[in-house]
């Protein structure tokens, strides 16, 4: 009988290896479908039973055919725990109630696989010890929000838990604004726009997203041309919605991907953009990351009532990324 005091085994895998999976060893395609699932750990779930091919148990460098099916379920993994790191943090303004934060680029947010130390949220906790009581989970300390690795720009942090409730409600009722910077590769024919396409997981790549018709969650971007150079722009986006890697899902899709970008970039952006020879020089020079950037983020202070806004200039890199092709087109049309 169960009493319901039974430990819950995990969520249920279930996945059909495809032909682009076919010969690739059993952990790296779970690790590549499972989003969240490092190889290290598909390997131990591997060796342990708990995921088989067919109902048969294999090694972890087990070759996968097409068609063979992977069952079993994924463990919930160890309980992360985050410790008070001294991590430099540079705090825009500061009250009873919020922190804004300028994350600079290279910066995890919260603790990930492959990242159990040096992010953002343990530097918090060095910083604001408090926040240990504030939010859903202990490795996201007061953070209501996120940014990827490499998108830098402005974090809205809560210092209480009452006040993560509230700005957690404000998120997803969509009354926050969240006003973004990107350079994209092409020059758009318009001068601004709004994308609408829906956004899920990637049904193979399950560490990306991708644009899904059907089955995929309402995502919406809207757009402006802030500045046009020799096939790259300067974008504004401002997003309604809060999806995974939205901005950079949606950019690619309408065929012009944020500069730098590796997972949604195209192969050769050279050659489908014409790029000349100036510009593919600045950007071997310049670009080491998606050029991604939080510029502004507006809300109703939670405890005030008044509406506040918070902006924040390109970090470095993109400054200079900009200069340099402002200088180039000057050149061009002298």
Same mark, same amino acid.
């Given at each position: 009988m169960n009493t319901g005091s039974d430990p819950d085994p995990g969520e249920p895998i279930d996945l059909i290896v495809n032909?682009?999976?076919?010969?690739?060893?059993?952990?790296?395609?779970?690790?590549?479908?499972?989003?969240?699932c490092s190889r290290?750990?598909?390997?131990?779930?591997?060796?342990?039973?708990?995921?088989r091919i067919e109902g048969s148990r294999k090694k972890p460098g087990y070759r996968v055919n097409p068609g063979e099916r992977i069952t079993g379920y994924l463990s919930p993994p160890e309980p992360?725990?985050?410790s008070p790191e001294p991590i430099a943090i540079d705090v825009v303004y500061e009250d009873a109630a919020i922190i804004v934060i300028r994350k600079p680029p290279g910066l995890v947010v919260h603790p990930a696989p492959g990242h159990t130390g040096g992010t953002l949220a343990h530097g918090l906790l060095s910083r604001f010890p408090e926040l240990h009581?504030?939010?859903?989970?202990?490795?996201?300390p007061g953070i209501v929000h996120r940014l990827d690795k490499d998108t830098s720009g402005l974090l809205l942090i809560a210092r209480t838990?009452?006040?993560y409730q509230h700005l957690k409600s404000a998120f997803q009722n969509r009354s926050v604004e969240k006003t973004y910077l990107a350079f994209v590769y092409g020059e758009p024919k318009l001068a601004s726009g709004c994308i609408t396409l829906p956004i899920a997981r990637h049904p193979v790549h399950r560490k990306r997203m991708a644009v899904k018709e059907t089955g995929g969650r309402n995502a919406v971007s809207?757009?402006?041309?802030?500045?046009?150079?020799? $096939?790259?722009?300067? &974008?504004?986006?401002?997003? !309604?919605?809060?999806?995974?890697?939205?901005?950079?899902v949606h950019s690619a899709a309408i065929g012009h991907p944020v500069v730098g970008d590796a997972t949604y970039g195209f192969r050769n952006p050279v050659r489908?953009?014409?790029? $000349?020879?100036?510009? &593919?020089?600045?950007?071997? !020079?310049?670009v080491h990351r998606q050029l991604l950037h939080a510029w502004k983020i507006g809300f109703i202070h939670p405890e005030s009532g008044q509406a506040v806004h918070f902006e924040t200039p390109m970090p470095p890199d993109m400054a200079v990324f900009q200069d340099s092709l402002e200088t180039l087109s000057f050149m061009k049309h002298e």
């Open positions: 032909e682009e999976d076919a010969g690739q060893r059993l952990d790296h395609v779970v690790s590549v479908r499972l989003p969240g290290s750990r598909a390997a131990q779930l591997i060796r342990s039973g708990i995921l992360v725990q985050v009581q504030a939010g859903d989970s202990p490795e996201r838990h009452s006040v809207r757009w402006r041309i802030v500045q046009r150079f020799n $096939g790259i722009s300067l &974008v504004e986006f401002v997003i !309604e919605t809060g999806r995974t890697h939205q901005i950079r489908t953009f014409s790029l $000349g020879r100036e510009t &593919v020089r600045i950007i071997q !020079e310049h």
